[in-house]
C-alpha cells in the first residue's frame, strides 16, 4: 500500500501540534519531522497521533554553514547540532535524519562532519541521509547535486550513511542514477517545479508544474513514505505558505496520490 506524509515546511505557520491534526485528517499517514518545531510535548503527541515519521530535518541541516540562513559559523558546532538532533529525534523513529553539505570547499570538513554524523546515528539507532541540492542553487547549500556526487562523497568519508532523494531537486538528473544507488536511499521528498521557477523557494504542488514523475518512480520503486516537502517564499503573490494550511495539506495527499497513481 502507497502511503504519504507531509512534511512540517509545507505549513511553515503553524505549530507541531496543529501540524498533526492537519495532516491526520488530510489523509496523510506520517509526517516528516523539523526540529525547529519540536516542542516539549511534541513526542507524546506524535505518540498519539497515529502518524509515522517520515525523514526528519536538523534545526541547522548542513556541516558548512549557509548564506541564506542563520546559525553557527563554526562547522563543528554545526556537527554537534546535527548529532544532538539525531539524539533528540530517535524517540520518534524517524525513516532518517538528513543533513546537507553546505557550500565551500572545505571538503575535509565535510568528510569528516559525515563519518561523525553517521557515527552518532549508528550509535543512537537512526538512519542519517546527505541530500544533494539541484545544481541551479547550489551554491548556497551544497557541493553535490546529484546521487552519483552524493554517493562519492558518502563513500570517501566511508560513512555508514544514506542518500535522500527529492524529486524537485533531481528530478533533471539522469535517471539512471537512481538504479544506481536505489538501495542507499532512505527518503524520497515530492514537490514538482514551477516553469519558470522563481528562487530557492519556489515549489509548487506535484502535478503543477513540469517534472515527469512517471519515470522517476518507476526507477525509485519507493515502498517508504512519500513525503510531500514545499517550501514557498511569502514575498511572492501567490506563495503556497500563504494558502490555508488544512486545504493546502488537503491538496497535496490528493495531488500526490495522483502522481504516483499515474505512474503505475
Not at 80 to 95: M, Q, S, W
Not at 125 to 149: C, N
Request: net charge negative; hydrophobic share 40%; aromatic share 8%.
Amino acid at each position: 500500500m502507497t502511503r504519504f506524509s507531509i512534511s512540517q515546511i509545507t505549513t511553515l505557520t503553524q505549530s507541531f501540534a496543529d501540524d498533526l491534526d492537519v495532516y491526520g485528517a488530510a489523509g496523510a499517514d506520517g509526517i516528516g519531522i523539523w526540529e525547529m518545531k519540536l516542542r516539549d510535548d511534541s513526542l507524546e503527541r506524535f505518540r498519539a497521533s497515529g502518524l509515522e515519521a517520515a525523514a526528519a530535518i536538523p534545526a541547522v541541516p548542513s556541516i558548512l554553514p549557509l548564506p541564506l540562513m542563520e546559525g553557527p559559523e563554526d562547522p563543528a558546532e554545526r556537527i554537534e547540532a546535527i548529532c544532538a538532533c539525531v539524539r533528540r529525534l530517535a524517540p520518534f523513529g524517524p525513516a532518517c535524519v538528513l543533513f546537507l553539505t553546505g557550500p565551500g570547499d572545505d571538503r575535509a570538513t565535510i568528510l569528516e562532519g559525515i563519518r561523525t554524523i553517521a557515527d552518532e546515528g549508528r550509535k543512537s539507532g537512526v538512519r542519517v541521509a546527505v541530500e544533494p541540492i539541484q545544481r541551479q542553487f547550489a551554491e548556497h547549500w551544497t557541493i553535490v547535486s546529484s546521487l552519483d556526487e552524493a554517493a562519492q562523497l558518502v563513500d570517501e568519508a566511508n560513512a555508514d550513511a544514506g542518500l535522500m532523494y527529492d524529486v524537485w531537486h533531481l528530478w533533471r538528473e539522469p535517471i539512471e542514477q537512481i538504479a544506481r544507488h536505489r538501495e542507499r536511499i532512505y527518503g524520497v521528498h515530492l514537490a514538482d517545479w514551477r516553469e519558470p521557477t522563481r528562487n530557492t523557494n519556489d515549489r509548487v504542488l506535484p502535478g503543477d508544474g513540469i517534472v515527469d514523475y512517471a519515470p522517476i518512480l518507476d526507477a525509485l520503486r519507493w515502498d517508504g513514505l512519500f513525503d510531500l516537502e514545499i517550501f514557498s517564499d511569502p514575498e511572492l503573490t501567490d506563495s503556497l505558505w500563504k494558502d490555508d494550511p488544512r486545504e493546502l495539506a488537503r491538496r497535496g495527499i490528493a495531488q500526490m496520490r495522483a502522481a504516483v497513481s499515474a505512474s503505475d
